[in-house]
């Protein structure tokens, strides 16, 4: 390409200074770049699409206003399994003689707080940059908002926008965020949320939670250990989701280490005064506390993303088809936390697989595999879906209930098995306490549902996940043979059991 000549006229060279100028974004002004893929969110779920998209042969540019890794890297996954592992190592000392002997004093909280913070990268997200820029995925940092068909407007921190245009598609993975309860006063007492929870620097005296679910009696667990004088307010059983005896073991061993626990209790009023907060339940008792955590759900992250573009409010959660396509939208995908199918980061690490690679198979001409179980859907959300609870003792689950196999017309039956009768977990710690339940489909004779709760059950949890997602027959399960002696000799007890069982749920 020749070089451009310039005129000498001054009013030329100021105008054409002017429109470079435009044309680069300086000064508040606007330039567009192109791209296959406009991804919104640079947490894990969004990292994935790209990623996937790109080795799809696509091009792809990632919007992220605030840290790239999301909340599970600094808010949430990996900072509150840091702040529960060292409790967690310390009963298991103490559960074993000849080391619990060895053991002395108690948690060193400082020491558990610096470790929390080096999961974190103390909130510095320049490692995950670089993986960005390795993966050859570009990073714009700003607030994204949709303002036209297969286009987002970006605005940075200093005003400055910049328009991104979508050949093929935009994804929108911002996940979700903590949602206050409409509780009287609760807003105006200054509450924790979950972000304030794990990113703590000191461990107030006294910490009232509302709301018994997955980051309530993590957290309570967590900050027992840590020494506060926990309360949790739960309007019904704890993890509410899970079988009850998961729940109602975490109850008994949260009051066993010192928290109160009340439970089928709701929360009429919070008010804060100089030395704390007072909480009034609908019982009609007062709890104090120093601090207060609503661990009262979440909500979808789409605050100012310009949904009224495809007729959509701005907050709400995005409904989308198994391939993670926004209903309606044929450009737009709501993948992760933000379409409310399942939130949690493995599962919104998999809906990224799917959308990523879909993306680029509609774009490429490619066959799409969105039936069952295919290469472009996450059919595992629907009745397939591995939780753990990094309570004390742990919760683990994979599939469905025995009443919710029961409420999908499944006729199933279920067994329980105690964990510790078998030999690998007593060696694991004396006295081991745990319960297993398996709820099998009797038709099929497949499992579709397994729980465990006790001491390090999530390392069992993905034997049960293959088990109920590859619809494993109980007859090829009793030849896959557990290692003795280890805990997955469960299975064996279970399998037995069943055998020998009449319906118990």
Do not use: N, P, Q, Y
């Given at each position: 390409m020749a070089r451009r000549r310039y005129s000498c006229d001054w009013g030329?060279?100021?105008?054409?200074?002017?429109?470079?100028?435009l044309r680069s974004g300086h000064n508040g002004a606007m330039k567009t770049s192109e791209y296959d893929l406009i991804v919104i969110g640079a947490g894990s779920t969004g990292e994935n699409v790209a990623d996937r998209a790109v080795q799809g042969g696509l091009s792809a540019i990632i919007v992220e206003e605030d840290l790239v890794g999301g909340d599970c890297s600094y808010w949430a996954c990996m900072p509150s399994k840091a702040l529960l592992r060292s409790g967690q190592a310390l009963r298991a000392a103490l559960a074993v003689p000849g080391a619990s002997e060895a053991v002395t004093g108690t948690l060193d909280v400082a020491a558990v707080l610096e470790r929390r913070t080096t999961f974190t990268s103390n909130w510095d997200d320049s490692a995950q940059v670089e993986w960005l820029e390795g993966a050859s995925i570009p990073l714009v940092r700003g607030h994204a908002r949709l303002t036209g068909e297969k286009e987002v407007t970006v605005t940075d921190a200093d005003g400055r926008t910049q328009v991104l245009r979508a050949n093929h598609a935009v994804a929108i993975a911002t996940g979700s965020e903590p949602k206050i309860a409409d509780i009287s006063g609760l807003r105006d007492a200054d509450p924790w949320t979950s972000r304030d929870a794990t990113s703590v620097e000191e461990v107030p005296e006294s910490l009232a939670i509302i709301g018994g679910g997955v980051v309530g009696t993590e957290m309570a667990t967590a900050f027992t250990d840590l020494g506060a004088k926990v309360t949790i307010i739960s309007r019904g059983p704890l993890l509410g989701g899970m079988e009850d005896f998961a729940g109602d073991a975490v109850a008994d061993a949260l009051r066993d280490r010192g928290a109160t626990v009340l439970l089928n209790t709701g929360t009429e009023s919070v008010s804060r005064?100089?030395?704390?907060?007072?909480?009034?339940?609908?019982?009609?008792?007062?709890?104090?506390?120093?601090?207060?955590?609503?661990?009262?759900?979440?909500?979808?992250?789409?605050?100012?993303?310009?949904?009224?573009?495809?007729?959509?409010?701005?907050?709400?959660?995005?409904?989308v088809d198994d391939t993670m396509r926004v209903k309606g939208v044929d450009w737009l995908y709501g993948v992760g936390d933000v379409n409310n199918r399942v939130l949690l980061t493995h599962q919104g690490k998999y809906q990224?697989?799917?959308?990523?690679?879909?993306?680029?198979a509609r774009a490429t001409g490619q066959a799409v595999q969105d039936f069952p179980w295919g290469a472009h859907v996450a059919t595992a959300d629907h009745a397939s879906v591995p939780q753990v609870v990094f309570s004390s003792p742990e919760a683990a689950s994979v599939g469905l209930t025995a009443a919710s196999a029961k409420d999908a017309g499944l006729n199933v039956r279920?067994?329980?098995v105690e964990i510790g009768s078998e030999a690998g977990a007593a060696i694991q710690r004396d006295g081991y306490e745990g319960k297993a339940r398996m709820v099998v489909d009797e038709d099929r004779q497949v499992v579709v549902g397994m729980t465990f709760v006790g001491p390090e059950v999530s390392e069992l949890l993905h034997a049960a996940t293959i088990a109920v997602v590859g619809e494993v027959p109980l007859s090829r399960l009793w030849h896959a043979v557990p290692s003795y002696p280890t805990m997955s000799e469960i299975w064996l007890g279970l399998l037995s059991a069943f055998g020998r069982s009449s319906a118990i749920s």
């Open positions: 030329v060279i100021v105008f054409e200074a002017w429109l470079c100028a005064d100089g030395t704390g907060v007072s909480i009034r339940t609908d019982s009609g008792e007062t709890v104090h506390a120093t601090k207060v955590l609503a661990a009262t759900g979440r909500k979808a992250r789409t605050d100012g993303l310009g949904l009224d573009i495809v007729g959509l409010s701005d907050s709400d959660w995005l409904e990224a697989r799917a959308a990523g690679d879909v993306i680029a279920s067994v329980d």
